[in-house]
């Protein structure tokens, strides 16, 4: 059975939840905003960061997520153990324990990367995907696409209420902007912009800059197979894997560092601790001469 692909920031944005149990207090300038309804309310990267965390908080709790001794959760620390901040954001990882090839970054800088996507890609392809996904919050898309769920969502519910003061998001805000997000689309440029910042990634660190091409043709090659039409739907608003690939190679080639990559071994398992050799002590008999 082929893996399912969801296309979110790099692939698909994931934020299915509902039912949120906490409550965000936004401050007197938001909940102004939210009671008046104004569409040109600009959401904050700290009301954003705040409103992610939470939902992240809720997804987690609703998704399998591999343990600290898992293999998955080995290997991703020790891809991207040591890039855990960046410029006005901290980072935090983990993997979701399913087959989806997806990976998605929030506000709060929350990144999260599904075991199928694990499978299908060496270090150096993650590196990639998961820098893309960091270009995202670093170029503030993922508080953009925060603020478009709210403007739709929560604005609504706060048009037409009846309360003179609404003091926090609702339970039930948080669960339409959690399905707004759902939804979400980065643009063509905001895409560019995340691979260009992938590719510029690896190259500040030291990583193989092909690796951003061969992710691309990976996922170029699966879109050919029977979940083309989904991704077809999908990507209509976006830069197709193909041409992310070309421009990829181009960037390399400008830099005069091209080379066709090769998919390095892919392993998720947990290491095999080392064995501990026995030894054994012999007494040494000795006969004395007579």
Known sequence: MKKKIIIAGFLFAAFGFTNMNAQI???DKAIGALQKGVASFTLSNADAAALSKEAVRKLDSTNEVAGPNDGYTLRLNRVFGKHTAGEGFTLNYKVYKLKEVNAFATA????????????????NELLAVIGHEIGHVANNDSRDAMRAAYQKEALIDGASSQSAKISAVTDSQLGKIGSALIDSKHSRKQETEADLYSYNFLKKNGYNVNAEESAFRILAK???GAEASFIDQMMSSHPDSKKRADDAKARAEKDGVYKPYVQQKIDNTVPKAATVKKTTTTKKTT????
Request: charged share 35%; hydrophobic share 30%; aromatic share 4%.
């Open 25 to 27: 207090n936004l401050g």
């Open 108 to 123: 709060d800088g929350s990144v999260r990367v599904y075991s199928g996507l694990m499978d299908i890609m060496d270090d």
């Open 222 to 224: 699966m879109s050919e």
């Open 287 to 290: 006969t004395k001469k007579k």
